[in-house]
């Protein structure tokens, strides 16, 4: 995705000038669905050959969820299937008549009392994301006053009920969301601010008032939080899960337990039973992918990423998802047991790591084909590259090196297979990201500096910082620890979900697919675009990448 905006002026006083820093560019990104332009792209589309998934009729479809939809490097699309899927904890999908389009659940606002729905965060024509320019074009536009903009969920502060910009910076400038992450007393850490910036901007920790508690057993008072700030996370493709959401508080097989929650967040009230399997039934049966590429290799781009023999594309993914050769998850309990003629019940097969969709695009002629060959090439650089294994994290991976297909795992998905795997690349710490980008600290593996990555390091700092101490002393020095022996980060991650200190800042990695319209990258939104999320890995994992390089794994990433 291209940047939408530089943060360098806008941050050095700590005030946001929405007006003033939203750009022609940003608007018309943000503005790519309405329909006249819409239409332009996509006859121009199927005349360069895209085949175009059939869609419901507009009396069926009538927000245009499958249709075709653009964006900043291609296009991408929805698919719905009609596979009947269970859990091994009973029935999720479907029920009786759910219907997988606009009248859905998922669609409906009055699930809450907020006028959100689940697509206010979670948007068809962006992927089924939501995009940072689309956020300030409806901030401006609205005046603040727009349903996304609900002083419970994506202000900084939820006790600062005005829709002023600076109380939704978080959101304006990341595309980040809040969430009210409870933890319990048995916890083995205690959390509080680590500085007065963030009681200044983020309320006293943890909260006693948090207004996404009010539905909860107990209410707020008896359910204390912190606000962590997270981009909303594709609900589509849940055939490819092995857990739900960036610290895997959900296992796949109680996906209604994540929409009962997620539906009390929007402080409505619990949704029925049947209403939660309706919205169920939408995530498990409705899939989303890139179809067209238009960027890798400019001024062509690899086009059509089902062409020539590749493989990509949304009709492969779900095809692939429901198909007899699916791998399988770990444990055996976050496999969705599949009942289709497609694959039998619960089959599924041993997972081979990495990707093998652009195999086909590997031996093409050079003449005419450059961005293909890129993307061939981007794809090999993902499954073989050598990443040098920093000294925190060797233990946990149990090797020195390793390849990105490593930690993303699932074959042609890019998830991990199991749903216990999370890691804290440091994404979640300033201390971590300064030693990276002046080479040679505790968490660098070598001695080379980055000074590319000063804007995520900026946009980081936006964020709040808690200092989570162990109830039982101070911490080992190492990386990521402090001079005191407590962990300061932007978000504990996994931590809030097991209880345990050694799991602060740890998220897991997420489906792969979809990648290029789910700027910014990272939990937070910390890296503005795929360049700064691939400049992070090369310099965390010491891969020594040559411009080339970056040039086709970008490629890769964007086509996937």
Same mark, same amino acid.
């Given at each position: 995705m291209k940047r939408p905006m530089p943060l360098s002026t806008v941050v050095a006083t700590g005030k946001v000038q929405l007006k003033g820093i939203l750009r022609r560019a940003d608007i018309r990104a943000a503005a790519l669905g309405v329909a006249a332009f819409a239409t332009s792209i996509i006859i121009a589309v199927c005349a360069a050959g895209i085949a175009v998934i059939a869609a419901p009729s507009d009396s069926e479809d009538s927000i245009g969820i499958f249709r075709l939809f653009p964006d900043d490097t291609g296009f991408i699309q929805s698919a719905a299937s009609d596979v009947k899927v269970t859990t091994v904890t009973g029935t999720v999908v479907p029920v009786p008549n759910a219907p997988l389009n606009g009248s859905n659940k998922f669609f409906d606002v009055r699930l809450g009392a907020t006028g959100q729905s689940c697509a206010t965060c979670h948007q068809p024509d962006q992927g089924f994301s939501i995009q940072v320019a689309d956020i300030r074009r409806r901030f401006v536009e609205s005046g603040g006053t727009d349903p996304l903009f609900h002083f419970r969920n994506t202000a900084n502060n939820p006790a600062v009920g005005a829709p002023n910009a600076k109380n939704y910076s978080v959101l304006l400038l990341l595309g980040a969301t809040r969430i009210a992450k409870r933890y319990a007393p048995e916890s083995n850490f205690t959390i509080a601010a680590a500085n007065q910036r963030t009681i200044n901007e983020f309320g006293v920790f943890p909260l006693t008032n948090d207004p996404e508690m009010e539905l909860f057993p107990g209410g707020s008072a008896g359910n204390p939080t912190i606000s962590a700030f997270r981009r909303p996370i594709v609900p589509t493709n849940l055939h490819e899960e092995s857990a739900v959401l960036f610290d895997g508080a959900v296992n796949i097989e109680n996906i209604l337990g994540q929409v009962t929650g997620g539906t009390m967040l929007l402080a409505g009230r619990a949704p029925t039973v049947? /209403? *939660?399997? #309706?919205? +169920?039934?939408? /995530?498990?049966?409705?899939?989303?992918?890139?179809?067209?590429?238009? /960027?890798?290799?400019?001024? =062509?781009? $690899? +086009?059509?990423?089902? *062409? !020539?023999? $590749? !493989?990509? +594309?949304? #009709? =492969?993914?779900? #095809?692939?998802?429901? +198909? %007899?050769?699916? %791998?399988?998850?770990? %444990? $055996?309990?976050?496999?969705?047991?599949q009942a289709s003629n497609l694959s039998g019940a619960g089959t599924c097969v041993p997972n081979v790591p990495g990707f093998d969709i652009f195999d086909a695009w590997a031996n093409l002629p050079n003449a005419g084909n450059a961005a293909r060959l890129s993307v061939a090439r981007g794809q090999e650089i993902f499954n073989n590259k050598e990443l040098h294994v920093p000294p925190d994290l060797q233990a946990q991976l149990g090797r020195t090196t390793t390849n990105c297909k490593g930690c993303h795992s699932k074959h042609n998905v890019g998830n991990n297979v199991d749903r216990a795997f999370f890691v804290r690349l440091g994404t979640d710490s300033i201390a971590m990201l300064k030693d990276l980008i002046r080479g040679g600290g505790i968490c660098a593996t070598d001695t080379s500096p980055h000074p590319e990555l000063r804007e995520m390091l900026e946009r980081v700092r936006l964020l709040p910082l808690y200092r989570v101490t162990a109830k039982a002393g101070s911490l080992a020095a190492g990386c990521g620890v402090s001079d005191a022996g407590d962990i300061i980060t932007t978000d504990p991650g996994r931590a809030m979900v097991s209880g345990d200190i050694a799991d602060a800042g740890k998220f897991r990695p997420t489906i792969l697919r979809n990648l290029a319209v789910r700027s910014p990258y990272f939990h937070a939104g910390v890296a503005n675009d795929i360049g700064a999320l691939i400049d992070f890995y090369n310099a965390r994992f010491s891969i020594g990448l040559t411009n080339q390089e970056k040039l086709d794994l970008a490629a890769f990433l964007e086509s996937l």
């Open positions: 049947d /209403e *939660a399997k #309706e919205v +169920g039934a939408f /995530e498990f049966g409705v899939y989303t992918d890139q179809v067209f590429d238009r /960027e890798a290799a400019l001024p =062509n781009g $690899a +086009g059509r990423l089902s *062409a !020539k023999g $590749a !493989k990509g +594309g949304v #009709e =492969n993914l779900s #095809e692939f998802s429901l +198909g %007899p050769t699916v %791998p399988c998850n770990v %444990p $055996a309990l976050a496999n969705v047991a």
